[in-house]
Protein backbone atom coordinates (compact mmCIF):
# COMPACT_ATOMS: atom_id res chain seq x y z
CA UNK A 1 0.00 0.00 0.00
CA UNK A 2 1.42 3.30 -0.93
CA UNK A 3 -0.24 6.34 0.64
CA UNK A 4 0.77 9.77 -1.21
CA UNK A 5 -0.42 13.44 1.00
CA UNK A 6 0.03 17.01 -0.88
CA UNK A 7 3.23 16.32 -2.85
CA UNK A 8 4.04 19.30 -4.40
CA UNK A 9 6.95 18.97 -6.26
CA UNK A 10 8.92 22.39 -7.98
CA UNK A 11 11.19 22.41 -10.93
CA UNK A 12 12.79 25.43 -12.35
CA UNK A 13 10.31 27.72 -10.25
CA UNK A 14 7.54 25.83 -11.46
CA UNK A 15 5.00 23.73 -9.44
CA UNK A 16 5.09 20.53 -11.54
CA UNK A 17 2.54 18.69 -8.77
CA UNK A 18 0.16 20.97 -6.95
CA UNK A 19 -0.95 18.96 -4.43
CA UNK A 20 -1.50 15.20 -5.07
CA UNK A 21 -3.05 12.56 -2.26
CA UNK A 22 -3.91 9.66 -3.01
CA UNK A 23 -3.61 6.13 -2.29
CA UNK A 24 -2.48 3.01 -4.05
CA UNK A 25 -3.33 -0.82 -3.02
CA UNK A 26 -1.35 -3.83 -3.92
CA UNK A 27 -3.45 -6.95 -6.64
CA UNK A 28 -4.72 -3.57 -8.23
CA UNK A 29 -2.93 -2.44 -12.02
CA UNK A 30 -3.20 1.76 -11.26
CA UNK A 31 -2.29 3.69 -14.42
CA UNK A 32 -1.92 7.47 -14.76
CA UNK A 33 -3.22 9.15 -17.94
CA UNK A 34 -3.33 12.97 -18.69
CA UNK A 35 -1.99 15.42 -21.37
CA UNK A 36 1.62 16.33 -22.00
CA UNK A 37 2.72 18.18 -19.07
CA UNK A 38 0.46 16.74 -16.23
CA UNK A 39 2.99 15.92 -14.48
CA UNK A 40 2.49 11.96 -14.90
CA UNK A 41 6.13 10.70 -15.13
CA UNK A 42 7.22 13.72 -12.15
CA UNK A 43 4.39 12.39 -9.61
CA UNK A 44 5.93 8.38 -10.94
CA UNK A 45 8.97 9.24 -9.88
CA UNK A 46 8.24 10.98 -6.85
CA UNK A 47 6.29 7.80 -5.45
CA UNK A 48 9.28 6.11 -6.45
CA UNK A 49 11.43 8.50 -4.48
CA UNK A 50 13.75 9.13 -7.90
CA UNK A 51 12.78 12.34 -6.92
CA UNK A 52 12.02 14.53 -3.31
CA UNK A 53 9.14 16.25 -3.08
CA UNK A 54 9.08 19.88 -2.00
CA UNK A 55 6.36 19.32 0.63
CA UNK A 56 4.35 16.25 1.54
CA UNK A 57 5.02 12.66 2.20
CA UNK A 58 5.00 9.13 0.49
CA UNK A 59 4.49 6.33 2.68
CA UNK A 60 4.75 2.17 1.98
CA UNK A 61 2.89 0.79 4.26
CA UNK A 62 2.88 3.60 6.75
CA UNK A 63 6.19 3.88 6.57
CA UNK A 64 7.66 7.28 5.46
CA UNK A 65 10.42 6.75 2.31
CA UNK A 66 11.87 9.75 2.86
CA UNK A 67 14.29 8.61 4.89
CA UNK A 68 14.75 5.08 3.41
CA UNK A 69 18.14 3.55 3.14
CA UNK A 70 18.76 3.60 -0.86
CA UNK A 71 19.04 -0.40 -0.65
CA UNK A 72 16.51 -0.76 1.39
CA UNK A 73 13.86 0.63 -0.86
CA UNK A 74 15.78 -1.33 -4.17
CA UNK A 75 15.38 -4.53 -2.93
CA UNK A 76 11.30 -4.02 -3.24
CA UNK A 77 11.08 -1.02 -5.37
CA UNK A 78 11.95 -0.99 -9.35
CA UNK A 79 11.11 1.56 -11.65
CA UNK A 80 11.12 1.16 -15.77
CA UNK A 81 11.83 4.21 -17.12
CA UNK A 82 11.82 4.99 -20.72
CA UNK A 83 14.48 4.74 -23.87
CA UNK A 84 17.58 3.57 -22.20
CA UNK A 85 20.80 4.49 -23.94
CA UNK A 86 24.04 2.50 -22.68
CA UNK A 87 27.00 3.76 -24.08
CA UNK A 88 29.19 0.82 -23.56
CA UNK A 89 29.43 -2.64 -24.79
CA UNK A 90 26.99 -4.54 -22.56
CA UNK A 91 25.78 -8.28 -22.80
CA UNK A 92 22.41 -8.55 -22.32
CA UNK A 93 22.60 -11.34 -19.59
CA UNK A 94 24.96 -8.66 -17.79
CA UNK A 95 22.21 -5.97 -17.99
CA UNK A 96 19.21 -8.22 -16.89
CA UNK A 97 21.57 -9.36 -14.19
CA UNK A 98 21.61 -5.39 -12.53
CA UNK A 99 18.17 -5.76 -11.63
CA UNK A 100 19.40 -8.20 -8.92
CA UNK A 101 22.44 -5.86 -7.71
CA UNK A 102 20.65 -4.66 -4.54
CA UNK A 103 20.20 -8.50 -3.85
CA UNK A 104 23.43 -9.55 -3.62
CA UNK A 105 27.07 -8.09 -2.92
CA UNK A 106 30.17 -8.57 -4.37
CA UNK A 107 29.17 -12.29 -5.77
CA UNK A 108 26.07 -13.25 -7.58
CA UNK A 109 25.03 -16.19 -6.29
CA UNK A 110 23.03 -19.12 -8.08
CA UNK A 111 19.24 -18.09 -7.16
CA UNK A 112 20.08 -14.55 -8.93
CA UNK A 113 21.05 -16.55 -12.31
CA UNK A 114 18.45 -18.63 -12.24
CA UNK A 115 15.91 -15.44 -11.92
CA UNK A 116 17.72 -13.67 -14.62
CA UNK A 117 17.10 -17.28 -16.93
CA UNK A 118 13.64 -16.75 -15.42
CA UNK A 119 12.88 -13.39 -16.61
CA UNK A 120 14.57 -13.58 -19.66
CA UNK A 121 12.60 -16.44 -21.00
CA UNK A 122 9.24 -14.71 -19.58
CA UNK A 123 9.82 -11.67 -22.06
CA UNK A 124 11.64 -13.70 -24.99
CA UNK A 125 14.87 -11.99 -24.63
CA UNK A 126 16.71 -15.48 -23.62
CA UNK A 127 18.27 -15.90 -27.49
CA UNK A 128 19.86 -12.49 -26.82
CA UNK A 129 21.21 -13.28 -23.13
CA UNK A 130 24.58 -12.96 -24.89
CA UNK A 131 24.34 -10.51 -27.56
CA UNK A 132 25.59 -6.58 -26.67
CA UNK A 133 22.64 -4.06 -25.89
CA UNK A 134 23.85 -1.66 -27.68
CA UNK A 135 23.21 -3.81 -31.11
CA UNK A 136 19.54 -4.24 -30.03
CA UNK A 137 16.44 -2.56 -31.65
CA UNK A 138 14.12 -0.02 -29.41
CA UNK A 139 11.52 -2.92 -29.03
CA UNK A 140 14.15 -5.53 -27.57
CA UNK A 141 16.09 -3.27 -25.74
CA UNK A 142 12.76 -1.94 -23.91
CA UNK A 143 11.77 -6.58 -23.36
CA UNK A 144 15.58 -6.20 -22.01
CA UNK A 145 15.18 -3.91 -19.63
CA UNK A 146 10.91 -5.39 -18.34
CA UNK A 147 13.27 -8.04 -17.58
CA UNK A 148 15.78 -6.54 -15.48
CA UNK A 149 13.12 -4.44 -13.74
CA UNK A 150 11.16 -7.47 -12.91
CA UNK A 151 14.61 -9.34 -11.71
CA UNK A 152 14.49 -7.20 -9.21
CA UNK A 153 11.42 -7.46 -7.63
CA UNK A 154 10.96 -11.01 -8.91
CA UNK A 155 10.77 -12.99 -5.27
CA UNK A 156 8.43 -11.91 -2.59
CA UNK A 157 10.76 -9.98 0.17
CA UNK A 158 10.15 -11.17 3.45
CA UNK A 159 7.28 -8.66 5.62
CA UNK A 160 6.49 -6.18 3.12
CA UNK A 161 4.74 -5.18 0.08
CA UNK A 162 7.06 -4.75 -3.87
CA UNK A 163 6.40 -2.12 -5.40
CA UNK A 164 6.69 -1.54 -9.35
CA UNK A 165 6.67 1.53 -10.68
CA UNK A 166 6.36 2.40 -14.99
CA UNK A 167 7.10 5.23 -16.51
CA UNK A 168 5.43 5.19 -20.51
CA UNK A 169 6.61 1.54 -20.69
CA UNK A 170 5.05 0.73 -24.13
CA UNK A 171 6.92 3.06 -26.02
CA UNK A 172 8.96 1.63 -29.05
CA UNK A 173 6.79 -1.44 -28.59
CA UNK A 174 4.54 -2.87 -31.46
CA UNK A 175 1.18 -3.51 -31.12
CA UNK A 176 1.79 -7.25 -30.21
CA UNK A 177 4.40 -6.71 -27.73
CA UNK A 178 2.51 -3.97 -25.85
CA UNK A 179 -1.13 -6.27 -25.51
CA UNK A 180 1.94 -8.84 -24.34
CA UNK A 181 3.77 -6.51 -21.71
CA UNK A 182 0.26 -5.54 -20.68
CA UNK A 183 -0.91 -9.09 -19.85
CA UNK A 184 2.16 -9.81 -18.13
CA UNK A 185 2.21 -6.34 -15.82
CA UNK A 186 -1.84 -7.66 -15.11
CA UNK A 187 -0.29 -11.16 -14.12
CA UNK A 188 2.23 -9.83 -11.98
CA UNK A 189 -0.21 -7.23 -10.54
CA UNK A 190 -2.23 -10.05 -9.25
CA UNK A 191 0.22 -10.97 -6.30
CA UNK A 192 -1.49 -9.95 -2.87
CA UNK A 193 2.01 -8.57 -2.23
CA UNK A 194 2.26 -6.35 -5.27
CA UNK A 195 1.68 -2.44 -6.42
CA UNK A 196 2.03 -1.29 -9.52
CA UNK A 197 1.42 2.43 -11.12
CA UNK A 198 2.20 3.30 -14.64
CA UNK A 199 1.57 5.81 -16.82
CA UNK A 200 -0.07 4.76 -20.14
CA UNK A 201 -0.26 7.65 -23.35
CA UNK A 202 -2.85 5.65 -25.10
CA UNK A 203 -6.10 6.12 -23.52
CA UNK A 204 -7.40 3.16 -25.04
CA UNK A 205 -4.71 0.74 -24.00
CA UNK A 206 -5.18 1.89 -20.36
CA UNK A 207 -9.04 1.91 -20.44
CA UNK A 208 -8.25 -1.50 -21.42
CA UNK A 209 -6.33 -3.08 -18.76
CA UNK A 210 -6.40 -0.75 -15.83
CA UNK A 211 -8.02 -1.72 -12.45
CA UNK A 212 -7.95 1.90 -11.19
CA UNK A 213 -7.25 4.79 -13.34
CA UNK A 214 -5.74 8.12 -12.44
CA UNK A 215 -6.46 11.26 -14.54
CA UNK A 216 -4.13 14.10 -13.71
CA UNK A 217 -4.04 17.41 -15.41
CA UNK A 218 -1.67 20.62 -14.48
CA UNK A 219 -0.05 18.63 -11.68
CA UNK A 220 -3.50 18.08 -9.69
CA UNK A 221 -5.88 15.24 -9.55
CA UNK A 222 -9.21 15.87 -11.52
CA UNK A 223 -10.52 12.29 -11.12
CA UNK A 224 -9.03 8.58 -9.91
CA UNK A 225 -11.20 5.55 -9.70
CA UNK A 226 -12.70 2.73 -11.42
CA UNK A 227 -12.05 3.67 -15.30
CA UNK A 228 -16.13 4.10 -15.85
CA UNK A 229 -15.79 6.74 -13.53
CA UNK A 230 -12.25 8.06 -14.92
CA UNK A 231 -12.80 8.28 -18.50
CA UNK A 232 -15.89 9.99 -18.93
CA UNK A 233 -17.40 12.43 -22.14
CA UNK A 234 -16.68 15.20 -20.05
CA UNK A 235 -13.51 14.17 -18.52
CA UNK A 236 -12.40 13.64 -21.85
CA UNK A 237 -13.27 17.10 -23.00
CA UNK A 238 -12.64 19.10 -20.64
CA UNK A 239 -8.81 17.62 -20.25
CA UNK A 240 -7.40 16.98 -23.41
CA UNK A 241 -10.06 18.89 -25.60
CA UNK A 242 -11.38 16.61 -28.02
CA UNK A 243 -14.33 14.49 -28.31
CA UNK A 244 -14.48 11.11 -27.56
CA UNK A 245 -17.00 8.39 -28.82
CA UNK A 246 -17.68 5.49 -26.96
CA UNK A 247 -18.27 2.33 -29.23
CA UNK A 248 -19.96 -0.95 -27.40
CA UNK A 249 -18.68 -4.46 -29.28
CA UNK A 250 -21.13 -6.68 -28.99
CA UNK A 251 -18.90 -9.59 -29.31
CA UNK A 252 -16.99 -9.04 -25.71
CA UNK A 253 -19.26 -6.16 -23.76
CA UNK A 254 -16.40 -4.01 -23.46
CA UNK A 255 -16.49 -0.30 -24.41
CA UNK A 256 -14.35 1.16 -26.28
CA UNK A 257 -13.44 4.68 -26.75
CA UNK A 258 -13.17 6.28 -29.88
CA UNK A 259 -11.72 10.04 -31.56
CA UNK B 1 29.83 -19.69 -13.84
CA UNK B 2 32.23 -19.96 -16.86
CA UNK B 3 31.61 -16.40 -18.02
CA UNK B 4 33.27 -15.58 -14.78
CA UNK B 5 36.13 -18.01 -14.54
CA UNK B 6 36.80 -16.96 -17.86
CA UNK B 7 37.31 -13.43 -16.94
CA UNK B 8 39.68 -14.71 -14.08
CA UNK B 9 41.81 -16.90 -16.77
CA UNK B 10 41.79 -13.12 -18.38
CA UNK B 11 43.06 -11.62 -15.57
CA UNK B 12 45.73 -13.41 -14.93
CA UNK B 13 47.32 -13.77 -18.80
CA UNK B 14 46.92 -10.28 -18.41
CA UNK B 15 49.44 -10.06 -15.42
CA UNK B 16 51.80 -12.45 -16.70
CA UNK B 17 52.11 -9.72 -19.73
CA UNK B 18 52.58 -7.11 -17.15
CA UNK B 19 55.39 -9.02 -15.27
CA UNK B 20 56.92 -10.14 -18.63
CA UNK B 21 57.28 -6.43 -19.67
CA UNK B 22 58.43 -5.13 -16.46
CA UNK B 23 61.16 -8.10 -16.69
CA UNK B 24 61.96 -6.47 -20.18
CA UNK B 25 61.83 -3.01 -18.43
CA UNK B 26 64.33 -3.71 -16.30
CA UNK B 27 66.72 -5.54 -18.43
CA UNK B 28 66.97 -3.73 -21.42
CA UNK B 29 68.25 0.25 -21.57
CA UNK B 30 71.08 2.58 -21.77
CA UNK B 31 72.70 -0.58 -20.30
CA UNK B 32 71.49 -4.05 -21.05
CA UNK B 33 71.70 -6.26 -17.54
CA UNK B 34 72.15 -10.17 -17.77
CA UNK B 35 69.61 -12.04 -16.34
CA UNK B 36 72.44 -13.48 -13.53
CA UNK B 37 73.21 -10.08 -12.46
CA UNK B 38 69.91 -8.57 -12.06
CA UNK B 39 69.19 -11.37 -9.43
CA UNK B 40 72.47 -10.90 -7.63
CA UNK B 41 72.28 -7.20 -7.48
CA UNK B 42 68.38 -7.17 -6.24
CA UNK B 43 69.61 -9.58 -3.52
CA UNK B 44 72.30 -7.56 -2.59
CA UNK B 45 69.47 -4.87 -2.40
CA UNK B 46 67.06 -6.81 -0.84
CA UNK B 47 69.81 -7.78 2.23
CA UNK B 48 69.77 -3.87 2.40
CA UNK B 49 73.40 -3.70 1.45
CA UNK B 50 75.00 -0.94 -1.20
CA UNK B 51 75.96 -2.48 -4.50
CA UNK B 52 79.79 -3.05 -5.08
CA UNK B 53 79.77 -1.75 -8.76
CA UNK B 54 78.29 1.32 -10.85
CA UNK B 55 76.57 -1.17 -12.60
CA UNK B 56 75.27 -2.69 -9.79
CA UNK B 57 74.19 0.78 -8.26
CA UNK B 58 72.73 1.81 -11.52
CA UNK B 59 70.29 -0.88 -11.86
CA UNK B 60 69.59 -0.59 -7.99
CA UNK B 61 69.17 2.90 -7.84
CA UNK B 62 67.70 4.23 -11.04
CA UNK B 63 66.77 0.87 -13.35
CA UNK B 64 64.66 -1.05 -10.24
CA UNK B 65 62.86 2.03 -9.10
CA UNK B 66 61.80 3.25 -12.45
CA UNK B 67 60.10 0.32 -13.73
CA UNK B 68 58.11 -0.30 -10.77
CA UNK B 69 57.53 3.31 -10.69
CA UNK B 70 56.06 2.80 -14.71
CA UNK B 71 54.14 -0.11 -13.50
CA UNK B 72 52.59 1.97 -10.89
CA UNK B 73 51.87 5.07 -12.95
CA UNK B 74 50.16 3.18 -15.46
CA UNK B 75 48.13 1.12 -13.35
CA UNK B 76 46.95 4.44 -12.19
CA UNK B 77 46.37 6.16 -15.39
CA UNK B 78 44.24 2.67 -16.77
CA UNK B 79 42.18 2.98 -13.32
CA UNK B 80 41.58 6.63 -13.86
CA UNK B 81 40.75 6.04 -17.36
CA UNK B 82 38.41 3.80 -16.48
CA UNK B 83 36.59 5.51 -13.50
CA UNK B 84 36.17 8.32 -15.39
CA UNK B 85 34.71 6.37 -18.76
CA UNK B 86 31.57 4.83 -16.24
CA UNK B 87 31.40 7.78 -14.86
CA UNK B 88 30.54 10.22 -17.27
CA UNK B 89 29.26 7.10 -19.25
CA UNK B 90 31.08 8.39 -22.27
CA UNK B 91 33.66 6.70 -23.62
CA UNK B 92 36.06 9.38 -25.06
CA UNK B 93 36.94 10.21 -21.69
CA UNK B 94 39.93 10.44 -19.97
CA UNK B 95 40.98 11.47 -16.18
CA UNK B 96 42.89 14.83 -17.73
CA UNK B 97 39.06 15.80 -18.58
CA UNK B 98 38.03 17.39 -15.51
CA UNK B 99 41.13 19.16 -15.11
CA UNK B 100 43.38 16.99 -12.66
CA UNK B 101 46.18 16.64 -15.12
CA UNK B 102 46.60 20.07 -15.96
CA UNK B 103 45.33 21.56 -12.67
CA UNK B 104 48.17 19.34 -11.39
CA UNK B 105 50.92 20.21 -14.00
CA UNK B 106 50.10 24.14 -13.28
CA UNK B 107 50.57 23.01 -9.30
CA UNK B 108 54.59 21.45 -10.47
CA UNK B 109 54.95 24.78 -13.27
CA UNK B 110 54.43 27.00 -9.81
CA UNK B 111 56.24 24.82 -7.62
CA UNK B 112 58.97 26.00 -10.51
CA UNK B 113 58.69 29.34 -10.61
CA UNK B 114 57.95 30.44 -7.41
CA UNK B 115 59.17 27.70 -5.29
CA UNK B 116 62.88 29.15 -6.16
CA UNK B 117 61.92 32.35 -5.28
CA UNK B 118 60.44 31.48 -2.52
CA UNK B 119 62.75 29.21 -1.27
CA UNK B 120 60.19 26.48 -1.14
CA UNK B 121 62.48 23.88 -1.93
CA UNK B 122 62.72 21.87 1.35
CA UNK B 123 61.60 18.74 1.22
CA UNK B 124 61.17 16.08 -1.65
CA UNK B 125 57.63 15.91 -1.13
CA UNK B 126 57.18 20.10 -1.76
CA UNK B 127 56.68 19.16 -5.61
CA UNK B 128 54.30 16.28 -5.55
CA UNK B 129 52.68 18.27 -2.69
CA UNK B 130 52.00 21.41 -5.20
CA UNK B 131 51.09 19.05 -7.89
CA UNK B 132 48.61 16.76 -5.60
CA UNK B 133 47.43 20.52 -4.22
CA UNK B 134 46.71 21.83 -8.17
CA UNK B 135 44.99 18.74 -8.97
CA UNK B 136 42.34 18.82 -6.49
CA UNK B 137 41.55 22.06 -6.73
CA UNK B 138 40.98 22.24 -10.35
CA UNK B 139 39.05 18.85 -10.30
CA UNK B 140 36.52 20.38 -7.05
CA UNK B 141 36.21 23.86 -8.92
CA UNK B 142 35.18 21.70 -11.89
CA UNK B 143 32.65 19.67 -10.17
CA UNK B 144 31.33 22.48 -7.70
CA UNK B 145 30.81 25.09 -10.96
CA UNK B 146 28.60 22.36 -12.90
CA UNK B 147 26.58 20.99 -10.07
CA UNK B 148 25.37 24.28 -8.64
CA UNK B 149 23.24 25.50 -12.13
CA UNK B 150 21.05 22.02 -11.96
CA UNK B 151 19.46 22.06 -8.84
CA UNK B 152 22.45 19.99 -6.45
CA UNK B 153 22.61 17.48 -9.72
CA UNK B 154 25.48 17.88 -11.84
CA UNK B 155 24.64 17.13 -15.20
CA UNK B 156 27.64 15.30 -17.41
CA UNK B 157 27.29 17.51 -20.08
CA UNK B 158 28.15 20.73 -17.59
CA UNK B 159 30.78 18.54 -16.35
CA UNK B 160 32.51 17.92 -19.74
CA UNK B 161 32.28 21.58 -20.93
CA UNK B 162 33.57 23.20 -17.55
CA UNK B 163 36.42 20.80 -17.57
CA UNK B 164 37.40 21.46 -20.84
CA UNK B 165 37.68 25.57 -19.64
CA UNK B 166 39.44 24.97 -16.85
CA UNK B 167 41.57 22.87 -18.68
CA UNK B 168 42.37 25.59 -21.18
CA UNK B 169 42.73 27.90 -18.05
CA UNK B 170 45.55 25.73 -16.42
CA UNK B 171 47.14 25.31 -19.63
CA UNK B 172 47.21 28.95 -20.42
CA UNK B 173 48.63 29.55 -17.01
CA UNK B 174 51.53 27.29 -17.67
CA UNK B 175 52.29 28.78 -20.48
CA UNK B 176 52.08 31.97 -19.15
CA UNK B 177 54.78 30.54 -16.24
CA UNK B 178 57.09 28.72 -18.99
CA UNK B 179 57.23 32.33 -21.04
CA UNK B 180 58.41 33.99 -17.99
CA UNK B 181 60.90 31.51 -16.60
CA UNK B 182 64.61 31.42 -16.68
CA UNK B 183 65.65 29.16 -18.91
CA UNK B 184 66.44 26.00 -16.54
CA UNK B 185 63.26 26.57 -15.12
CA UNK B 186 61.22 26.51 -18.14
CA UNK B 187 63.07 23.34 -19.62
CA UNK B 188 61.83 21.53 -16.76
CA UNK B 189 57.69 22.43 -17.40
CA UNK B 190 57.97 21.74 -20.64
CA UNK B 191 59.03 18.55 -19.34
CA UNK B 192 56.11 17.90 -17.12
CA UNK B 193 54.12 18.23 -19.82
CA UNK B 194 55.40 15.66 -22.19
CA UNK B 195 55.88 13.10 -19.19
CA UNK B 196 58.96 11.85 -17.89
CA UNK B 197 59.95 8.82 -16.20
CA UNK B 198 64.14 10.06 -15.54
CA UNK B 199 63.21 11.40 -12.03
CA UNK B 200 62.19 8.09 -10.99
CA UNK B 201 63.44 7.00 -7.35
CA UNK B 202 62.71 5.07 -4.45
CA UNK B 203 60.43 8.07 -2.95
CA UNK B 204 58.27 8.38 -5.87
CA UNK B 205 57.90 4.62 -6.11
CA UNK B 206 56.46 4.06 -2.29
CA UNK B 207 54.10 6.73 -2.75
CA UNK B 208 53.04 6.25 -5.79
CA UNK B 209 52.58 2.35 -5.37
CA UNK B 210 50.80 3.47 -2.23
CA UNK B 211 47.92 5.70 -3.32
CA UNK B 212 47.90 3.56 -7.10
CA UNK B 213 46.95 0.31 -4.64
CA UNK B 214 44.43 1.76 -2.27
CA UNK B 215 42.92 3.59 -4.72
CA UNK B 216 42.56 0.61 -6.85
CA UNK B 217 41.30 -1.41 -4.51
CA UNK B 218 38.51 0.99 -3.40
CA UNK B 219 37.45 1.32 -7.06
CA UNK B 220 37.07 -2.10 -7.32
CA UNK B 221 34.62 -1.97 -4.26
CA UNK B 222 32.67 0.07 -6.65
CA UNK B 223 32.59 -1.94 -9.41
CA UNK B 224 28.61 -3.11 -9.41
CA UNK B 225 27.35 0.68 -8.39
CA UNK B 226 29.57 2.00 -11.58
CA UNK B 227 27.97 -0.57 -13.85
CA UNK B 228 24.64 0.20 -12.78
CA UNK B 229 25.54 4.08 -13.35
CA UNK B 230 26.52 2.75 -17.11
CA UNK B 231 22.42 2.73 -17.91
CA UNK B 232 21.62 5.86 -16.25
CA UNK B 233 21.68 8.03 -13.17
CA UNK B 234 17.77 7.71 -12.62
CA UNK B 235 18.15 3.77 -13.01
CA UNK B 236 21.24 3.47 -10.90
CA UNK B 237 19.09 5.39 -8.22
CA UNK B 238 16.68 2.90 -8.79
CA UNK B 239 18.73 0.02 -8.06
CA UNK B 240 19.92 1.39 -4.85
CA UNK B 241 23.05 3.65 -5.75
CA UNK B 242 23.69 6.60 -3.96
CA UNK B 243 24.76 8.25 -6.93
CA UNK B 244 25.98 11.89 -5.49
CA UNK B 245 27.75 9.90 -2.91
CA UNK B 246 29.57 7.31 -5.95
CA UNK B 247 30.14 10.27 -7.99
CA UNK B 248 32.16 12.19 -4.90
CA UNK B 249 34.07 8.71 -4.19
CA UNK B 250 34.82 7.29 -7.59
CA UNK B 251 36.00 11.23 -8.34
CA UNK B 252 38.31 11.49 -4.93
CA UNK B 253 39.65 8.33 -5.98
CA UNK B 254 40.76 9.30 -9.57
CA UNK B 255 42.08 13.01 -8.05
CA UNK B 256 44.48 11.15 -5.92
CA UNK B 257 45.77 8.58 -8.09
CA UNK B 258 45.69 10.72 -10.89
CA UNK B 259 47.48 14.20 -9.79
CA UNK B 260 49.95 12.03 -7.14
CA UNK B 261 51.10 10.08 -10.61
CA UNK B 262 51.21 13.70 -12.33
CA UNK B 263 53.11 14.82 -9.67
CA UNK B 264 56.24 12.71 -9.98
CA UNK B 265 56.33 11.98 -14.01
CA UNK B 266 54.14 14.91 -15.20
CA UNK B 267 51.18 14.59 -18.08
CA UNK B 268 51.01 11.63 -19.87
CA UNK B 269 48.34 11.36 -21.94
CA UNK B 270 46.34 9.01 -23.91
CA UNK B 271 47.14 6.12 -22.06
CA UNK B 272 43.89 6.13 -19.86
CA UNK B 273 42.12 6.77 -22.75
CA UNK B 274 43.09 3.97 -24.74
CA UNK B 275 43.86 1.01 -22.14
CA UNK B 276 40.22 0.71 -21.01
CA UNK B 277 38.54 0.34 -24.61
CA UNK B 278 41.03 -2.25 -25.66
CA UNK B 279 39.80 -4.28 -22.20
CA UNK B 280 36.35 -3.68 -22.96
CA UNK B 281 37.14 -5.21 -27.07
CA UNK B 282 38.08 -8.11 -24.62
CA UNK B 283 35.36 -9.07 -22.24
CA UNK B 284 33.07 -5.82 -22.80
CA UNK B 285 32.05 -3.20 -20.31
CA UNK B 286 31.60 -5.05 -16.81
CA UNK B 287 33.34 -2.68 -14.13
CA UNK B 288 34.01 -5.91 -12.35
CA UNK B 289 36.09 -6.92 -14.69
CA UNK B 290 37.59 -3.84 -16.36
CA UNK B 291 38.84 -1.74 -13.38
CA UNK B 292 41.11 -4.60 -12.44
CA UNK B 293 42.02 -5.41 -16.29
CA UNK B 294 42.70 -1.61 -16.85
CA UNK B 295 45.03 -1.45 -14.04
CA UNK B 296 47.35 -4.77 -15.14
CA UNK B 297 47.52 -4.06 -18.96
CA UNK B 298 47.70 0.37 -18.51
CA UNK B 299 51.04 -0.85 -16.33
CA UNK B 300 52.21 -3.23 -19.33
CA UNK B 301 51.72 -0.69 -21.82
CA UNK B 302 52.82 2.75 -19.94
CA UNK B 303 56.14 0.23 -18.96
CA UNK B 304 56.49 -0.79 -22.81
CA UNK B 305 56.23 2.96 -23.67
CA UNK B 306 59.21 3.53 -21.59
CA UNK B 307 61.09 1.11 -22.97
CA UNK B 308 60.53 2.22 -26.40
CA UNK B 309 61.60 5.66 -25.13
CA UNK B 310 64.72 4.61 -23.03
CA UNK B 311 66.23 2.12 -26.00
CA UNK B 312 64.80 4.10 -29.40
CA UNK B 313 67.59 7.14 -28.96
CA UNK B 314 70.08 5.68 -26.49
CA UNK B 315 72.19 6.64 -24.54
CA UNK B 316 69.64 9.27 -24.54
CA UNK B 317 66.15 9.07 -24.12
CA UNK B 318 62.62 10.61 -24.97
CA UNK B 319 59.89 12.37 -22.58
CA UNK B 320 57.47 9.04 -22.41
CA UNK B 321 54.76 11.32 -23.22
CA UNK B 322 55.67 11.51 -26.60
CA UNK B 323 55.78 8.18 -27.24
CA UNK B 324 52.32 7.59 -25.97
CA UNK B 325 50.66 9.90 -28.22
CA UNK B 326 52.59 9.07 -31.16
CA UNK B 327 51.78 5.30 -30.42
CA UNK B 328 48.21 5.74 -28.56
CA UNK B 329 46.52 8.50 -31.34
CA UNK B 330 46.79 6.07 -34.38
CA UNK B 331 45.54 3.25 -32.02
CA UNK B 332 42.91 5.72 -30.50
CA UNK B 333 41.46 6.80 -33.77
CA UNK B 334 41.37 2.84 -35.53
CA UNK B 335 38.90 2.10 -32.46
CA UNK B 336 37.11 4.92 -32.66
CA UNK B 337 36.11 4.02 -36.65
CA UNK B 338 36.38 0.15 -35.74
CA UNK B 339 33.29 0.52 -33.18
CA UNK B 340 30.62 2.25 -33.55
CA UNK B 341 30.17 3.73 -29.75
CA UNK B 342 27.27 5.98 -28.83
CA UNK B 343 28.66 9.80 -27.63
Known sequence: ?259 | MSRRSAGGGLLVALAVLMAAVGLACVRFGAIDFPLREMWSSTLTFANGHVAPTLDGRIFTELRLPRALLCLFVGASLGVGGCLMQALFRNPIVEPGLVGTSSGAALGAALYFVLGNELHLTAGSWMLPFAACLGGVISTYVVFALASTRTEGRSSIVLLLLTGLAVNALCLSGIGFLSYIARDPQARSIIFWNLGTMSGANWHAVEIVGGTTTIGTLLAMTRAKALNALMIGEEEATALGVNVGRLKWTVLSINVVIVAVATAFVGAISFVGLIVPHIMRMLRGADNRFLIAASALFGAALLSLADLVARVSLRPAELPIGIVTSVVGVPVFLALLRRRRYVF
Open chain 1, 1 to 259: MIDARDLVYVAGGREILRGISATFAPRTLHLIVGPNGAGKSTLVKVLARLLRPARGTVTYQGADIAAAAERTLAVRRAVLSQAIEIAFPLSVREVVMMGRYPHFGSRQTSVDETICDEVMAYFEVAALADRSYTTLSGGERQRVNFARVLAQVWLAVPGGCRYLFLDEPLTFLDIRHQIDFMHKVRAFAAADDVVVVGVVHDLSLASRFADRLMLIDDGRVVADGPREAVLTAEHIQRVFGVEPGFVRDPSSGTTHLVF
